[in-house]
């Protein structure tokens, strides 16, 4: 039976495969260039490379990987880096990512060649673990996810089980750490949109053994499966039909917060949400959307993250920022009590998801945003100054809130503004920092300003336990 293309690697790998192979021909003793091109396959390889410049033919080449590494009397080693060479070359993190979907029929070849390999039990760990595999797989999952249609998806599945296979049948303290700092947590993020995230799930409660128990990883693991746990549990709620879309009116005087269908948004950049003629035309004469309209019609087109993405990363913000509430809110209480004068749009509450669990810091900000100073790795600096502009006009209804994500390995920022129905969450912050009972000593401090929080977090509700004012990202 013929193959079919999903079956042969197309002629975008060809040249890599010739230079890998002249590679390992030089490296192995008793074996020469000329002697390779007598192995079978290799010729064919070779002489497709003579038509590839006719646009109109359709190269292929049958992905006979143990025929290539037997015919140089290679190792396992000598085929794992070959393979991670391969996914390296066409995927390669986010410095080249991969975009162009005529390149998957070559993901596909390397991943479908290692997971059948794997399933008949050829595979042996050492190698591919040496080789870095698990990093390989972890930026292919991330290249694939940025692809859209069903094969990529399929792809990513593919990339997901070689992972789960990796770290539950072989020995598994061993693998990991290496997972773990591969970006196992990436990998399993890029998932999110897809049906494997089901198998993600079940493979992070499986491994729960009392070998594990025993091992010098139990406590980093535990802590990492209950992080994933509690991720899942917001992916869980944000595809629910519990989940309430929120939306906000873009004319910061405004403060309304409702279900986003009770709102318009504007027809030309498509990106603020008005509930009334009058708010928009308010926010076009007094708010700055005259000037910013045009600039966010140009951003929208060149948006890293889809819509949906974007929501989610608000939810999970909204989530943390919830559940530490009363920790940030005694920052800002601090904040305040040091900078008496000061508005909402002189700091930013930044949250650190690029180590894992979420760091969350209120963070001030100069008065000439040319005179702020941070480290390389430290927070991301100044937001725009529309936004600071936005804070000081809503009258303590807008804070600055920015979310540090990991993407390929580097850091992003992205800056999502909390809205309030009403100015009262920060003007009872500033009232408890201008208390004259107010400890802010080393000592009594944390249990003092620990209390104050916590009867102003009982002061929101209503009898009923409702929210008083309402809060959304």
Not at 68 to 74: E, K, P
Request: aromatic content about 6%.
């Amino acid at each position: 039976m013929a193959p079919t293309p999903r079956d042969c690697l197309p002629s975008t790998g060809l040249l890599y495969y010739r230079e890998e192979l002249e590679n390992l021909a030089h490296q192995r003793s008793g074996h020469d260039f000329g002697n390779l091109k007598l192995a079978p396959g290799v010729e064919a390889l070779l002489g497709a490379l003579v038509v590839i410049r006719d646009q109109h033919a359709t190269l292929v080449l049958l992905t006979g990987h143990w025929r290539i590494v037997d015919a140089l009397g290679g190792t396992q080693m000598d085929l794992a880096n070959l393979a991670v060479k391969h996914l390296q070359l066409v995927t390669c993190s986010s410095r080249n990512p991969l975009v162009a979907t005529t390149l998957l029929p070559d993901v596909y070849a390397v991943l479908q060649f290692l997971a059948s390999a794997a399933r008949q039990g050829l595979l042996l760990r050492d190698p591919f673990e040496a080789a870095g595999l698990v990093r390989a797989l972890a930026d292919t999952a991330e290249a694939l996810r940025r692809v859209p249609g069903s094969d990529a998806a399929h792809l990513l599945q593919l990339a997901c089980s070689l992972i789960l296979w990796v770290a539950t049948r072989n020995v598994l303290w061993s693998w990991v750490p290496s997972l773990l700092r591969a970006g196992l947590l990436r990998a399993a993020v890029a998932c999110a949109g897809h049906s494997v995230a089901a198998q993600t799930m079940d493979f992070l409660c499986r491994p729960r053994s009392s070998n594990l128990h025993g091992s010098t990883i139990a406590n980093e693991w535990k802590a990492f499966v209950a992080l994933a746990e509690e991720r899942l549990e917001v992916l869980k709620f944000f595809e629910s039909q519990k989940r309430v879309s929120k939306g906000m009116c873009s004319n910061v005087q405004c403060g309304l917060i409702d279900e986003r269908r009770r709102f318009s948004v504007c027809a030309a950049c498509r990106s603020r949400y008005y509930c009334s003629v009058e708010c928009q035309r308010s926010d076009w004469r007094e708010g700055g959307h005259r000037h910013a309209c045009e600039t966010l019609s140009t951003e929208r087109g060149a948006e890293l993250l889809r819509k949906r993405d974007l929501t989610f990363l608000r939810t999970l913000l909204h989530h943390d920022y919830t559940k530490a509430r009363c920790d940030v809110w005694a920052q800002q209480v601090a904040f305040w009590h040091a900078h008496p004068g000061a508005t909402p749009a002189d700091y930013y509450v930044d949250f650190d998801y690029t180590r894992g669990r979420t760091a969350v810091s209120v963070v001030p900000l100069s008065p000439d945003p040319r005179t702020q100073a941070h480290a390389s790795t430290g927070p991301p600096g100044e937001p725009e100054p529309a936004a600071r502009a936005a804070a000081a006009a809503a009258g303590g209804r807008l804070e600055l809130h920015c979310m540090r994500v990991s993407e390929g390995g580097a850091a992003r920022a992205y800056w999502i503004p909390l809205r309030a129905s009403s100015a009262r969450l920060v003007d009872g912050l500033r009232a408890i920092a201008s208390r004259p009972d107010a400890d802010f000593t080393t000592g009594g401090e944390r249990e003092w300003l620990g209390d104050a929080v916590r009867r102003f977090d009982e002061e929101l509700q209503d009898a009923d336990g409702a929210e008083t004012v309402i809060l959304a990202h």
